[in-house]
């Protein structure tokens, strides 16, 4: 499959809000409990410093998105932050990669000099060694710091790659 990186527009969000919906649903990944609808979803796609999404270059199907915006604010505000969501049955064709390594020339665009993950879940394991492979730092462990969907605590990893 030959992926394309874009700019998210409303011609997405039906798709956008299927695929993020889908992670939250699973509870192994993201923060969130709620799915996104059509209104929350434009809002907090259009909302964010940037929102891309990965296309099939040959049939223009959605198939994963990021979010990028700051980690923080005023003397932190050059720290951003990102998330990823694939397609269920897309994950292991290397989409997830294409989303990072996009976010990572799309954070220095935007001008962020830092681009941190604040709670990457322990036991996502791909996305643990993806981040690795693509020079991200590990900061540290926070124990019990997700709460899965299933109740149980898993670790999360702070992690950080520099944009400058």
């Known amino acids: 499959m030959n992926i394309e990186v874009r700019a998210y527009g409303p011609e997405d ?56 915006h700051p980690n923080n604010v005023g003397r932190c505000g050059h720290i951003c932050n990102a998330s990823y969501a694939v397609r269920a049955d897309l994950r292991g ?34 996305a643990l060694r993806l981040y690795e492979k693509l020079g991200f730092v590990r900061l540290g462990t926070v124990p019990g710091g997700f709460r899965r969907k299933d109740g149980i605590y898993d670790d999360i990893v702070l992690m950080y790659h520099p944009l400058v």
């Open 13 to 68: 969000l039906s798709a956008a809000c299927a695929i993020w919906n889908r992670v939250v649903e699973d509870g192994m990944a993201f923060p969130q409990t709620e799915p996104l609808d059509e209104e929350s979803g434009q809002v907090f796609f259009a909302g964010q410093s940037f929102t891309g999404v990965a296309a099939d270059a040959e049939t223009g199907q959605v198939v994963g998105l990021y979010i990028l």
């Open 93 to 126: 064709q290397h989409i997830g990669e294409t989303l990072v390594r996009h976010s990572l020339e799309k954070g220095r665009e935007l001008g962020f000099r830092v681009l941190q993950f604040n709670a990457v879940v322990c036991s996502n394991v791909h």
